[in-house]
T-cell receptor, first 113, second 114 residues
Framework: DQQVKQNSPSLSVQEGRISILNCDYT??????FLWYKKYPAEGPTFLIS?????DKNEDGRFTVFLNKSAKHLSLHIVPSQPGDSAVYFC????????????FGAGTILRVKS | DSGVTQTPKHLITATGQRVTLRCSPR?????VYWYQQSLDQGLQFLIQ???????AKGNILERFSAQQFPDLHSELNLSSLELGDSALYFC?????????????FGSGTQLSVL
């Protein structure tokens, strides 16, 4: 049962343009949503998070938008840089289950220079 | 460098065998998590320990077990290995295992069962 889905396996974007990574979820009880970034041969690293009571959170070039009615969130990267090329995982937390993260399958982002 | 150390980086073994994966958390972190990433899958939560005690359990098979030792390092034991157990196994740590606490991941152990 995939509660968190990233339907686009990959995305290719030109340097300087906006990258938009999407994520859908099925459990309306999730309390927090997070994005992790993963480079080859490294573990995932935390990027940005958003509480379910918010609809936007911004951190520098990264902005996460949450649409609870659509059970959808997205990560915007503006402007995209070649160093952003990585796998991006969307994840969600249900507080009653503690800090257990439910991950999506990931989206490979390639930023072309 | 996340500060989380996993050994070995790669492990190749045969079906039916048993292996042990080791994880040293970041200095000061009391909670350790194990995740499994199979091909084209997201990371699947296996188990969490906090200060030596099991705190949460996910989709961990009965053939798998884990423990966290007094020095806070953790080991994941996989036995009666099957081809389908081939995956990347990540360990992560956090300060006290609270909800929405940022996790720091190691670089993983790539297990290949032949």
């Amino acid at each position: 049962d995939q509660q968190v889905k990233q339907n686009s396996p990959s995305l290719s974007v030109q340097e300087g343009r906006i990258s938009i990574l999407n994520c859908d979820y099925t459990n309306s009880m999730f309390d927090y949503f997070l994005w992790y970034k993963k480079y080859p041969a490294e573990g995932p690293t935390f990027l940005i998070s958003i509480s379910s009571i918010k609809d936007k959170n911004e951190d520098g070039r990264f902005t996460v938008f949450l649409n609870k009615s659509a059970k959808h969130l997205s990560l915007h990267i503006v402007p995209s840089q070649p160093g952003d090329s990585a796998v991006y995982f969307c994840a969600a937390i249900l507080m009653e289950y503690g800090n257990k993260l439910v991950f999506g399958a990931g989206t490979i982002l390639r930023v072309k220079s | 460098d996340s500060g989380v150390t996993q050994t070995p980086k790669h492990l190749i073994t045969a079906t039916g065998q048993r292996v042990t994966l080791r994880c040293s958390p970041r200095s000061g972190d009391l909670s350790v998590y194990w995740y499994q990433q199979s091909l084209d899958q997201g990371l699947q939560f296996l188990i969490q320990y906090y200060n030596g005690e099991e705190r949460a359990k996910g989709n961990i098979l009965e053939r798998f077990s884990a423990q966290q030792f007094p020095d806070l390092h953790s080991e994941l034991n996989l036995s009666s290995l099957e081809l389908g157990d081939s995956a990347l196994y990540f360990c992560a740590s956090s300060q006290d295992g609270g909800t929405n606490e940022k996790l720091f991941f190691g670089s993983g152990t790539q297990l290949s069962v032949l």
